[in-house]
Nanobody, 123 residues
Framework: QLELVESGGGLVQPGGSLRLSCAAS????????IGWFRQAPGKEREGVSC????????DYIDSVKGRFTISRDNAEKTVYLQMNNLKPEDTAVYYC????????????????WGQGTQVTVSS
């Protein structure tokens, strides 16, 4: 079973940047499309972005378009989420997981959720 570990979160001021990493602990990520989700306190988990197996097709929710960039390095077994111009409403725990569809509104996540990485945007 694919096990993914998220890292790179932290506390940042509005307008700041963070780069999240999603690494495979045992197996290669190569066969899998990967999605990033987030869950803010008191809210349901929502899809943020996704990328196909080779990194050519991506999708984003409207609220992060132009600010977030998803990418992958299959040789390094890592998927990244570069987050720029962060806003307080981006505050959440961010998760990555294998997905079936490159459609941020219906990614079809499968496998196990990891611990996530906390992103806090505050002055």
């Amino acid at each position: 079973q694919l096990e993914l570990v998220e890292s790179g979160g932290g506390l940042v001021q509005p307008g700041g940047s963070l780069r999240l990493s999603c690494a495979a602990s045992k197996f290669t990520l190569r066969p899998f499309a990967i999605g990033w989700f987030r869950q803010a306190p008191g809210k349901e988990r929502e899809g943020v972005s996704c990328i196909d197996k080779i990194g050519t097709n991506t999708d984003y929710i409207d609220s992060v378009k132009g600010r977030f960039t998803i990418s992958r390095d299959n040789a390094e077994k890592t998927v990244y989420l570069q987050m720029n111009n962060l806003k307080p409403e981006d505050t959440a725990v961010y998760y990555c997981i294998a997905v079936s569809n490159i459609d941020v509104t219906n990614m079809g996540a499968f496998g196990s959720w990891g611990q996530g990485t906390q992103v806090t945007v505050s002055s």
